[in-house]
Each structure stands twice: as C-alpha cells, then as structure tokens.
C-alpha cells in the first residue's frame, strides 16, 4: 500500500496511481482527524469522495502516530490523551473514538487502537501493552458491531461495508506474539495485523516474530504486517503468509533523489549521472522510464524541481507494486526462495 | 507559452503540458548555461531531446536575468560580465554568445541578446540601450547567420531551424520604440519581440508601446510581447498584433494557491472553501476540475502536499491556454472588444 498520509500519496495525482495500478492506499487517522478534521470528512462524504479516489483506502488507529509525534501523551486503561503537534491542543482517542472516526472517515479497512511500546522493551512492559492492546481491541470491536447494527457500516456512505483488523503485539517474545494472536482470534476479526515491528530490531528477528504470528492466524484473513518495508525483505515476508504491507520507503526516498531499479539503488544526484542517457532503470515499463534520461532526473533535483519529486515518486511506487507482481509470479512458479535470496544480494549492497 | 525556467514547467510533467495542449513553452537560458550548463544540453542531443519535449520551445538570451538575477554585472559595448546568482563564478554574455549558446541548446525560437534598463528610464538612457541594442542585433544576427552558414542550424540537431528574433527597447518613448523598431526591421529578422514592457508601467502605458511597434512591424511576422501577462490583459495585446506571450504567472500563483477562473481569481487557502464541493472552476473541463474540489485543494494547500502545487498548476495553466482558444474565437465572431471588457471587469475585481 502505498502510504497516503494526508489523503494524497505525496507529489502523485490519483490518477497516476490509478495509472501505476494501486488498488489500495494507506491514510493516517491522526494527520487526517487534525486536518481537515473527521467530521468535516465524513460531511464531505468521507475520505473516498474528499480525495476523489473510488479504490480502497486502510486507515490505521491513529495510535501509532500519537505515540511517535504528539506531545504530553498520556496513557491509561480509558485511552491515550495527547496534544496536537500542531497546535497544541488535547485530545483524547480511545479505542471506541478510533472507531468513530474511521467510521466517519469511511475507510474500507480500520484498525483498532493499540499500544505502542518502544524497543527493546523489557519483558514485564511487553506483557502489559499486549494486555492492554487485547482489552481495547476487545471494546474496539463491540464498539465496532454495535455502531454498524445500529447505524449500518458508514454513517458517510450507505454501501460502503468496513473491515476492522485487530493488530497483535508483543515486541519480541515470541510467546507474548503467541499469546496476542490468540486473544485476538477469540475476539474474531475479519483481518488481523503485525504491529510494534520493524522498529529498528534486526530483519531475522521481524521475520521470527511475525512467523509466529501467521502460523496462528487463519489462512484465508487479510495478514497485514505494518510499517514494512525495504525491497528486498517483503518476499521474505510473503513467505511467511503476510498479505498486505505498508510503507513510506518508496515515496520519501523518491523525494530523497534514491531511486529504486533492478540492478539496486540508485542516489540519482551523483555527478556520475549527469550525463548518463539512459533511464532510471533499463528494464522498468513504467512512464517516467520509456521517457526520461537519468541526466535530465538528476538535472531536476540539482535545480530543486518538483517535477523532479513527481517523476522520483512515480517510479519507485511502480518499482515496488511491481515487487509484488513479481513475488505473485514467484509463487505461481515455486521460485520465491530464489526471488527472494537475488533481491538481497541486489539490495543489500551500497547504492550506485 | 508557459515558462519552463529550468527545462521544466513547475509541476507539471510533459505528459501533462501535452494534455493540456501547450505546444510551446520557454525556457531561460542564463539558468541552463548555468546549470546543466549548454555545453552538457548540446552533447545530449539539445533541450528537446534532454527534457523529451518534442513540441516548440523559445528561449531568451539570458539577458534580462542577467540584469535581474546576476550579481557584480558591468556591461559594455562588448557585451555583459557578471557573476553567477549559484556560486559568484564570473562570466561574459555578449551577442555572440547569446546566439552560440541557443545554437547549443537547439531552441526553435532564440533570442537576441538586449539591453533592459530600469523604468522609469530618463530620455538619455533609454536612447543609448536602443542604440546598443541595434548594435548588438547586428551582431547577433551575423553571427546568426555566419554560424548557419557554415555548421547548419543546430550543432546538436541536423534537422532543426531555428527563427532568431530581434527585440524593440525604447522603454516609455513612442519615437524610441519606432526607432528601435524600424532599426530592426533593416537587420530583417523572421520574428520580432518587445522587451522593457510590463515591468511596472500601467497597462495603458504598456498599450500604448506595443502598439506603436505592432504598427511598424509585418503582420505576418510572429510578434511577441515579453514576460506578460494578467488574463484580463492578453486580449488587448492581442487587438494589438501580438501574438505571442510568456508569463510565469499562471504556474507562480498556482504554487501561492491563487487559482483562475471563470468568475475571478480565487484564493483557496480562504477558510470559505473549507467545505465547498464545487471544482476548482465549474465551467472548467480541465482534467483537476473534472475530479477535485475546492475542499480538497484547500486540504492540499493547508497541510503542504506536494501535489496542490500539481493540481494547481494544472488547472491555471489549462485556463491561460484556455483564454487563447476563447480569443481566437472572439476574433472569428469579430467580438474581441467585447471579450476584453468582460475579463477586464471580472478579473481587476479582489480575489474571492
């Protein structure tokens, strides 16, 4: 999913995206809730029709992003109380307002508020927060199935029938992982999610945890693991029953001038590139490719071009939907292990 | 014709001017010398081929931003010496250069090199820029056509012809511009430009100038009036003769959220548009008012996406296109009069 924070995947119009073959986008809950605000969203339609985008969007709990950038959070049983990093002002989201306000925002996948604690955790920490995340998911989803009966799906639009996931923590103990899991299973969600990982622990232990994850949760559920990832871990990660993934890899790096191709990354501002006719990367279908030189790129980031962000966006979204395409062929022929073990020799190399 | 400053029309991508039916833009030649540089343009094939732009473009001689940008500039019967805006390097345009530089970068459409003196100019000042000006355009033109003669039109394309264009100065004096103008005229050049207007003059005043020149020069010659201009303002240069326009305009207030239509200027940011789901402009067929907003393009512009800047650009650049189309009707329909008086009184209202 490429990651939509403020309903717009940064520097693309949804018609490139459409173009790129996007099928669903990630919006953030918390940038969302503090600007435009949910209700004015939900008033406009919600998020479908204030974006103009008519293919699906996930919104996370906004909880993430109240531990990581608001100030002042505090947290207790009842919820999280925090203040605006924009303007100061308090709020407080629980599980039954993280809710509401996708409800009101209308998304097709909403998650339920969880904790979020740093890592390393120690282990006492990591036994409360999936104690936590367990009870809130629990009054997320009696709140979720008690506004939907009384209300139907999306107070914004009629049709529209919203998945809400349960997402499992437990840092890295892999019996607390076990253990979340199975709590969430006996709360019965139509998707579940990997959270709290790919925080800065090594990529064996992601892999470890999340491993433990999916071998319990049912095979024919949506399993998202959230917050990945670099483009040579995600096969890694389908091999180990993950569906659904989100991150702001491709479309910040673009910004960034690092450029994703077949041969490894490419930091387009080196002056090697300044003459190079080529494009970004010889056996990439995607329009910026069939049209544009590495030297007219690099041209626009030297000069501080948006055009330069714009066209940097659009290929490294493509390169990593086109990741996916190529793990799908993967697994249809039996050659994910191989795919997988060529993409971190390509990757895990210094860019060019 | 939309400006292209740095080999890129801000915002927008090719694919999106040629939707939009540009079929010329400018592009500035003091900052390509600058960077990439017009030696590195020419080895890769000309600016057409190193923005892949296949359709016309003008550039300027790099002149005015000399005058305007550069630091340090001592001009003289030679030419102009400056230092580089970038990194106070020190450089000589003279109109020798200014023709082998454009040669270079393979522009359709090159400018000759002029001097532009500060207005309100005093009488004395104004004479000696025509007269060096007429000096240089000789010069220009032999070298023009020296180089022609012996290396064909465009060193970095066999296939290319480009039309040198002369420019009247004169600044605020009618027998200055005459002069400038039928000084010109015996050089013979297959289009000619009036510079030293629309820099703070009123718009009379401006009318007036490029009047007395549009009325000394062949109508079947292009005319082209420089850096203009406000939309209520290009139908009466069009009554005038001119045929041809550049204005940073449209794409500057698009990224300042200052978006054209069909009812006036409208300042988006306004709270007003927080919730209004009208487009952009309701009598738009452009593809973002086909699709977005206002509430959306407020939210855009409110929260800093990159992709306002895209949206608005294209919508203000569609409209400006738009006026060209909508004039050249008025002229079949003989009621160009009558459209000018109506986008003078919609557009010198405020902004809504």
Redesign the interface.
Known sequence: MPVGT??????????ALEELGAEIILANTY?LCL??GSG?IR???GLHN???WPRAILTDSGGYQVFSLSELRKISDDGVRFRSHLDGSEHLLTPEKAVEIQLALGSDIAMVLDECIETPAPRDKAEAAVARTTAWAKRARAAFLDHTARNGECPANDELQQWQFGIVQGATFADLRRESARQLLEINFPGYAVGGLAVGEPHAMTCDMAGEVTALLPRDSPRYLMGVGRPEQIADYVALGIDMMDCVLPTRAARHACLYTSEGRVLIKNARY??D?NPIDADCSC?VCT???R??LR??F??G???A???ATHHNVHFYLDIMRQIREAIEFGNLAKFSSEMHARYSAEPA
């Not at 403020?6 to 018609?15: D, F, G, I, M, P």
């Open positions: 403020q309903a717009s995947v940064k520097a693309l119009r949804n018609e940038h600007r435009p004015l008033k406009l339609g204030f974006m103009s300044a003459e006719q329009s049209r544009y030189t030297a007219y041209h626009l030297a000069t071009e948006i055009t962000a714009i066209l």
